[in-house]
């Protein structure tokens, strides 16, 4: 299990943060991007299509239809970068959705 600072979420009202110990919720998720802060603060990305999160005081559960992980680990970064923008972009979300999900995998792929 990895010690997680905070986890912010792409909702479909909106992004939305989790910290521990979060007021329990089930929400729906929207194409976009999950950010996981670690407690040492390196980061990991998950560019998602949809899905929903079950935020319990201990644990955020989330189940997607389709993800891609991003982080300075990967050794094929570009190749899932790409495959993020693909997976994005085959949503049926809305096109304002979609810009702005693949502008941040843009800019993840810029940042590492």
């Known amino acids: 299990m990895v010690k997680v600072q905070q986890v912010n979420l792409p909702g479909s009202e909106g992004e939305f943060g989790v ?3 979060h007021a329990s919720l089930v929400s729906l998720l929207d ?9 040492d603060k390196s980061e990991i990305a998950v560019a998602i299509n ?3 999160v079950k935020v319990e005081e201990a644990k955020t559960t989330c189940i997607v239809d389709g993800a ?3 982080s300075s680990d990967d050794s094929e970064l570009s190749q899932a970068l790409e495959e993020a923008k693909a997976l994005l972009k085959s949503t049926e979300a ?5 810009a702005a999900a693949v502008s ?3 800019h993840i792929g810029k940042s590492i």
Do not use: C, R
């Open 50 to 52: 949809s899905g929903y």
């Open 31 to 39: 194409t976009g991007v999950i950010l996981i802060e670690k407690e």
């Open 104 to 106: 941040k995998v843009e």
């Open 68 to 70: 891609v992980a991003l």
């Open 19 to 21: 910290l521990a110990g």
């Open 94 to 98: 809305s096109s304002a959705a979609i």
